[in-house]
Structures are given as C-alpha cells and as structure tokens.
C-alpha cells in the first residue's frame, strides 16, 4: 500500500473525492478494511501533518484532506450498512470529547466495530460529558470508546471516565487517539480503562472478544489495560 | 509607535529571545522570556526551522499560546534585518469564523447522523416486521406425509413472494412430499413481479420432484397467469374441500 500512498495524499490535497475514492476501492479488492484504515488513510493523514509542519500547505488544505477521507471512510462502511441490526448484537458508542474535533479515527474505530458484528452508535466529535452520559444511560452499550488528539484536552479525560464508571451496567471503557500514542497519560489513566496505541491492537481485541463470546464467556467488563 | 499598532508585534533577537512586546501582544500572551515559549509544543520544531534560516521575510502558520486559551491557531509574520540578529513579528490571529463555521458543520453534521440512526432503526424494525407478516401470510401445513397445504393470503408482490419461497423449500427440502397445494382464495391482487416468482416457484418444486396444485384461483389470477399455464402444466383445481377430498384419500 506504500505505493499508493503519494498518489491517495495528492488526491485528498485536491480535494478529489472521485479518485481518492478509486484508489481505495482498488486496494479493497485485497485488502481489509483494517489494512486500508491502518496503512493508507491514517498515514497520509499524518504526511499531512507533516507538509503543514514544513509549511507547505495551511489548516485550510487540512479541511479538504480530512472532508475528503470523511467521504471515502463513509464509503468503506456503506456495505456494512446493508446487514440488518439485530438486538443481540452488542453495543458500542463512540466519540470525541468536548473541544476536541478531530474525528477520523474514532470514525474508523466505530467502522472496524460494525464489521466484526457490532452494533454501533457513532456520536461525532466535540461531544460534551453530559450528552455523552445521557446516551450511554439510554443506550446501554457494553463499549465506550473516545479519541483524544489535542494535548492539553487530556485533562479532562478523568471525568469522563469517571462518570462512565458509576453507571450501573458497567461499560468497558477504551480510549486512543494520537494523544495516547505520543504522550505518556498513565498517571492520569485509571487502570481499568483500555487505552489502545492503534488499529491493529484494537483488532486483536476484537478478535478475542468475538472469540468469548462464541465459546459463552462473557469478558469481565472493565477488564484491566493491555499496557 | 510600534506599541501602538492594532496586531501584536514582537520582536526577537537571534536566540528568539523577546525584546520588545507592544500593547496589544501584551493583552494578547502570556509573558514570557523567549519567543518559542508561547510557541505550542508541537508548533516549535516547524516554527525554529524557519527562524533558523533567517530569511528576510517569512510567513508561518502556527499554533500559539494566549491568554485565554492554550492552543490558537495564527498567522505569523517576520522580517530578519540585515544582519539577521533582530527579527520583527507581527501575529495575525485566524479568522475565527472558521472555527464557528467548523463547530456548526460539525453539529449538523451530528444532528444528521442522529436522524439517519433513528430512521435507520424505525426502518430496521419496519423491514421485520414485514418479513415477518410476509412469512405468516403463507403458513406451510403438513396434511400428510406426501402432501402439504399452503394457503397463501393478501396481495402478492414479489417480497411477498420471497418469503413465501424460503417457507416452502425450507419445508419442502425438510419432509418427502409429493404434491403442494397453493391456496389462493386469500389472495387479492397479483402484482407483475409477483407472477414472475410464482413461475420460479413452480419450476424449482417440479426440479424437487414435487408437483404444484393451485386452489381457488380467482378469474382475474388466472387471466393473469395464462401465459404460463401452458408452459408449467399447472393443475388447478376449484375448491381446498375439493383438492383435500381428492390427494388425501389413497394417499
Ligand atoms: C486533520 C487535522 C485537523 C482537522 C481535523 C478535522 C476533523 N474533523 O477530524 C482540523 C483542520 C479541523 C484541525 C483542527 C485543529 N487542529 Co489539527 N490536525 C490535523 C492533523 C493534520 C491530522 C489528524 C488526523 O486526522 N489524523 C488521522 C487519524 C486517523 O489519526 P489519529 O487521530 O491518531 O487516530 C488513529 C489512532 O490514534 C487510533 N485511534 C484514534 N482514536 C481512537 C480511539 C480508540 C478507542 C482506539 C482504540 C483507537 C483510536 O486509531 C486511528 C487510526 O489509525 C494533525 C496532525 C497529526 N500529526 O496528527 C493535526 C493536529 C492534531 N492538530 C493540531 C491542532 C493544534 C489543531 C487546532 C487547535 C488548530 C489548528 N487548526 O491547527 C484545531 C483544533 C480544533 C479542535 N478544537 O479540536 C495539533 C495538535 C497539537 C497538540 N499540541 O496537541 C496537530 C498535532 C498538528 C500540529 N502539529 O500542531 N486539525
């Protein structure tokens, strides 16, 4: 996927939606959804991070690439949307805390859910506490999931993990985003939270959850970290 | 003068050290003895390369620390002097409409989604409920070991008609029957499509080994099913009473 690399940056640079769209429509014939997710998108993400840090392009140009991978994500996931729900499937709700907009990859998090049979709910990002909680004591999910890219936003993790801890069904809580993969937050962590580095780890999870569940046991929820 | 130009101005010597703030950036940062402090952490690295260089004029994107806020995004630009051991810069804070703009695009966007949930739920519970009536209105009864009834009920369209399918092989593949009777005094009207799946019906339970009865067909559903009468060799009879009175005994 290297290869296509330079080519998907330009296309989402131009704001070329129909060929971004292409390129990855092509690497879909091989590849999976974690794959493209984990070594194209993301990547080309952080190489525009990068130009922005050498001063070749503005936050403007950054608008365009992440609408543009808005566009060609919700197109990895539209044949998932064509599987019916079913209520026993379980549930997992996902977000970006409060002034944090960045959103791409909890968008792939809520996808990758979905593929392995899960029944999602995505909330978007800047999603205040209060909203957040009302939700998950509507919804129940067994999962919650938020990103965190933004540095100084991390301060405000805790309260959020709090308030998730006392609700009565007890969701597993998972938190990643780039914040927790460059920084270290351990102290500020609670230890029965996961915190995810990337894709691939959370795919692993996901594979052994599926795993328990088929042979009936039911994981603890608020199993501790995998650090 | 300088202090009293309307924008930030800062000015730096070789180090970044700061020399001079005027009025307004005083108003602006916090104080601070280098430049590359009220610089954001991940800002410093792209904001030195470009000091370094010391080019006579430069403008950079970064993200500085205020006041008010720990992280805003702005336009920064310098001019070095001659000898490149002063540098003048003036910050020009990012529209920040665009920010609103963004956090609105960002709620509707929200909003958007919740209503596609919310439907796609409704839908969701709707297209069950269909199944499931469309799988009730054509119920399999097993009168014997060779012959099973299906009265079939309401109007037939081609969903219907899938569902009733999938009954009828499931069923069909299950026992070792012989005959199936296809009740349709419930049936209403026949939709084009519909008449298409009861020809596939036919022909796949014939490939079985197992031969279609039709009952009570109406006038109107049999002008409708003529182009096929021929071709399958359906038996029709009149009444259920009928059809049960004659595959029923001697079987
Ligand atoms: C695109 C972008 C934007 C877009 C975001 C659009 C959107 N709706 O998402 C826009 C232009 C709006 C934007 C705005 C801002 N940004 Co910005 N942005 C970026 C950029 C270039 C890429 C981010 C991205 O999309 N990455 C791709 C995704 C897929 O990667 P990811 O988030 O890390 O997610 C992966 C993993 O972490 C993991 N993961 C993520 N979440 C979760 C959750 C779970 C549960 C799990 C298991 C895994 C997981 O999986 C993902 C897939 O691989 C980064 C640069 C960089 N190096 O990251 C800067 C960056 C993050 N932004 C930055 C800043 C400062 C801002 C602004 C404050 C100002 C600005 N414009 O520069 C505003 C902030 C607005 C706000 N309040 O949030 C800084 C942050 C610095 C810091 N000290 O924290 C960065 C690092 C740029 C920089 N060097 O200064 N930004």
């Known amino acids: ?227 | 003068m300088l202090n009293q130009i309307p924008l930030p101005y800062i000015k730096i010597n070789s180090r970044f050290d700061i020399l001079h703030v005027s009025d307004r950036a005083k108003e602006e940062f916090p104080t601070v003895n280098s430049f590359l402090d009220i610089i954001d952490r991940e800002s410093r690295e792209k904001a030195k390369k470009t000091l370094e260089r010391r080019i006579n004029n430069f403008t950079l994107e970064l993200n500085l620390q205020t006041k008010n806020s720990p992280l805003t995004l702005y336009d920064v630009y310098g001019h070095w002097n001659g000898n490149g051991e002063e540098a003048h810069i003036i910050t020009v804070l990012k529209d920040s409409r665009m920010e609103k703009v963004e956090s609105q695009l960002l709620t509707l966007q929200k909003r958007l989604r919740n209503t596609n949930f919310e439907l796609y739920e409704k839908n969701e519970e709707l297209e069950e409920s269909i199944a499931r009536n469309n799988r009730l209105s054509a119920p399999f009864i097993t009168l014997s070991d060779r012959v099973a009834l299906v009265p079939v009920y309401g109007d037939l369209h081609e969903e219907k008609l899938l569902a009733v399918q999938e009954n009828i092989y499931d069923a069909v593949y299950e026992g070792d029957y012989e005959k199936v009777l296809i009740d349709f005094t419930g049936v209403g009207a026949i939709e084009k499509d519909g008449i298409h799946a009861i020809k596939e019906i036919f022909l796949t339970l014939d490939y079985m080994g197992v031969t279609v009865i039709l009952i009570g067909i109406q006038p109107h559903h049999a002008r409708q099913m003529k182009i096929y009468k021929e071709e399958l060799k359906m038996t029709c009879i009149h009444s259920a009473q009928e059809a049960i009175k004659r595959f029923l005994t001697g079987t």
Request: one cysteine or more; aromatic letters at 8%; hydrophobic letters at 40%.
């Open chain 1, 1 to 227: 996927m290297r290869n296509e690399l330079p080519d998907f940056v330009e296309a989402i640079l131009d704001g070329d939606q129909g060929k971004s769209f292409e390129i990855v429509r092509r690497l879909r014939d091989k590849h999976s959804r974690l794959d493209i997710y984990h070594s194209l998108i993301t990547p080309a993400m952080y190489e525009i991070g990068k130009l922005w840090q050498e001063n070749r392009i503005t936050v403007a140009d950054e608008h365009l690439a992440t609408g543009v991978c808005d566009f060609v994500l919700s197109q990895t996931e539209f044949d998932l949307l064509q599987k019916p729900l079913s209520s026993s499937k379980p549930k997992a709700m996902f977000f970006s805390i409060e002034d944090e907009w960045h959103q791409l990859g909890i968008k792939m998090v809520s996808i990758l859910f979905k593929e392995h049979g899960w029944n999602v709910r995505y909330l978007n990002a800047n999603l205040p506490l209060d909203h957040a909680l009302n939700n998950a004591k509507v919804w129940k999910p067994e999962v919650i999931g938020m990103s965190i890219s933004l540095a100084y936003r991390a301060p405000d993790l805790p309260e959020y993990i709090e308030a998730f801890n006392k609700l009565p069904s007890r969701p597993t809580i998972l938190i990643g985003g780039r914040v927790m993969s460059s920084y270290d937050l351990s102290s500020i962590i609670p230890g029965n939270t996961m915190v995810m580095k990337d894709l691939p780890e959370l795919n692993s999870w996901l594979k052994v959850k599926k795993q328990n569940r088929r042979d009936g046991i039911n994981a603890q929820p608020n199993t501790s970290s995998l650090h």
